[in-house]
């Protein structure tokens, strides 16, 4: 029947524990539940027909009722991999209740063998085959397959998330995006393969309706833009920002933008001016390793050719405070690297270093060459439940070149390094005087994160870190004295630590498990021999 409702229950399935990005102390601390939004399960829901009706259910910030799933007509789920222990788990509770049940998202595009148990999958960008879900559901089919072309998906035509199904309360920010794709072609990384080498880029007026809305709605603070790589395309990205410049004057500022970018970021003064001038404060880059052979094999080349220390400290000087990813367990990796690895984040100062293990993701350059070279373990696309984790613990699902106990001891001494209290507090002071907020406008008004310079809030953090309460007391003092218009940032990276001094010492325990096992596989302990009674009577008869 046309125009029937369809009561869709869209659950967003739990983080593994013990993970980078789980930083739900830090969040504690901030009143919030929960780092970021779920963006891709919101615009489903905008993709699906309008006069269905539609419930949202984030099990990394709220519980998950049997009343929820009897709601329920159909279930939408779905996710990344370090979800995919509990995207499982959901696909058996929701069938038990005798609801069908819909997964999308990377891990499933990525790996559609592991996800048979659901009735329907749908793999790839779903703008391209949602119309085609809808009316096999409404024909009354009840599984299927629907996988669209890749890379073919028209984001000009992507509806404004429906951004009105969030508790914004439960969130530290909230995500846009303007483009998919990534120019460059780094063996390691999935989005490529996901999303392709060609940015697709939203309109200008899409994206300031998107924005509209979350004002229209009571949001302030802070908009992350989750584009692979905001300056994929340049020129398209310049046309946007002095739009968006004067939609924030128009309103007063009431949003502050983080992203991710290339590191080439850093050579184009007009743009990092323009993101000055739009508000961006913090920006996500993948630098991987101080060594320009590693760089090079690995086609990371955009950052092989160029002083990336320099380049952090100038995006410092535009006032935008860099967060960046680092990878241990490279082929090209002669001998030891650790030294050279945290030498280069302390040189950089950047306090939050996301230091991980490589690991082999679904359905990428790197996976399928260590595949032919005989290389990649067994199950190196499953997430085991029982052993939870993500890079930073579960990495090398394959066979290294060097030694695996070199890699893992590698990785220890780096997390020792750079997590350790008073490495991390100087990392701090050292942003403190590179980081120019000149120039800026003051938080909104209504924005909760005027509150982190708060003495309360930060007595909050140093609470929750007692061994370090002094060093880092004097970190505050010293950016309130210094740099005051750097404190919401310097007090927010204090506040990570509350979840990344943690989870290091817990990293470093497992990757001492991981050693310890290593080598006792290599060395087995030697069975003593015991000469039984029947053997030694076997052993007459021969005599």
């Known amino acids: 029947m046309p125009n029937r409702s369809c009561r869709v229950l869209l659950i967003y399935p739990k983080f593994v524990p013990n993970s980078f990005w789980n930083y739900t102390d830090t969040c504690k601390l901030l009143d919030a539940h929960y780092p970021a939004a779920p963006l891709g399960l919101i615009t489903v829901a905008a993709l699906l027909p309008q006069h269905w009706q539609f419930k949202l259910v984030n099990r990394n910030t709220e519980e998950l009722s049997p009343d929820d799933i009897a709601w329920a007509d159909l279930v939408m789920t779905g996710g990344m991999l370090n979800q995919q222990p509990d995207c499982m788990h959901l696909i058996k509770l929701v069938q038990a209740s005798g609801k069908p049940v819909v997964v999308g998202g990377p891990d499933v595009t990525s790996s559609p063998h592991l996800y048979t148990a659901a009735d329907f999958q749908v793999l790839g960008e779903a703008e391209t085959v949602i119309d085609d879900f809808v009316a096999a559901w409404e024909r009354g089919e009840r599984s299927g397959i629907f996988e669209a072309d890749k890379f073919t998906a028209d984001v000009t035509k992507t509806p404004v998330p429906r951004f009105d199904l969030l508790n914004f309360d439960h969130y530290l920010y909230i995500c846009v995006q303007h483009s998919r794709g990534c120019p460059f072609t780094c063996e390691f990384c999935d989005i490529i393969e996901l999303y392709g080498r060609k ?8 994206m300031l309706a998107e924005l509209s809305q979350l004002y229209a709605l009571g949001y302030r603070g802070h908009v992350d833009f989750v584009d692979d790589n905001l300056i994929g ?48 404060f913090a920006v996500f ?35 935008l405070f860099v967060t960046a990813g680092f990878i241990v367990g490279f082929d090209n990796e002669k001998g030891s690297i650790a030294d050279a690895m945290a030498d280069f984040i302390e040189e950089c100062a950047i306090p939050v270093s996301m230091v991980g293990l490589l690991y082999a993701l679904p359905n990428t350059q790197l996976t ?33 070149m ?25 990392r701090l002071d050292r942003l403190t005087t590179l980081l120019n907020r000149s120039g800026r406008p003051e938080p909104h008004k209504d924005d909760r994160r005027r509150r982190l310079a708060s003495l309360r809030t930060v007595n909050r953090i140093l609470d929750a870190m007692p061994g370090e309460r002094s060093r880092f007391w004097d970190t505050f003092i010293h950016c309130a004295r210094t740099n005051p218009g750097a404190l919401p940032a310097i007090v927010s990276l204090m506040a990570m630590y509350a979840h990344l001094g943690p989870f290091s010492r817990q990293v470093i325990a497992e990757i001492d498990r991981r050693i310890a096992a290593d080598t006792a596989c290599k060395n087995p302990p030697a069975v003593p021999y015991v000469r039984n009674e029947a053997i030694a009577m076997a052993e007459s008869r021969l005599n």
């Open 233 to 280: 395309n340049k020129k398209a990205i310049k046309g946007f920002l002095p739009e968006l410049k004067a939609w924030q004057q128009a309103h007063n500022y009431p949003f502050e933008f983080s992203t991710e970018a290339s590191i080439n970021l850093a050579d184009d003064d007009d743009l990092l001016n323009m993101m000055k001038q739009a508000n961006f």
């Open 402 to 426: 060097r030694p695996l106990r070199d890699v893992l001891s590698d990785y220890k001494r780096i997390l020792e390094r750079v997590f350790e209290p008073a490495a991390y507090a100087r």
């Open 199 to 206: 940015p697709r880029i939203k309109a200008n007026k899409q």
């Open 285 to 319: 880059i993948g630098i991987e390793s101080p060594d320009p052979e590693t760089l090079r094999q690995t086609s990371k080349k955009q950052n092989a050719r160029r002083n990336m220390a320099e380049n952090v400290h100038k995006l410092y000087s535009y006032g």
């Open 368 to 400: 399928r060459r260590l595949a032919k070279e005989g290389r990649l373990k067994d199950g190196h696309d499953v997430m085991d439940a029982e052993r939870s984790g993500d890079q930073c613990s579960l990495g090398i699902n394959f066979e290294p």
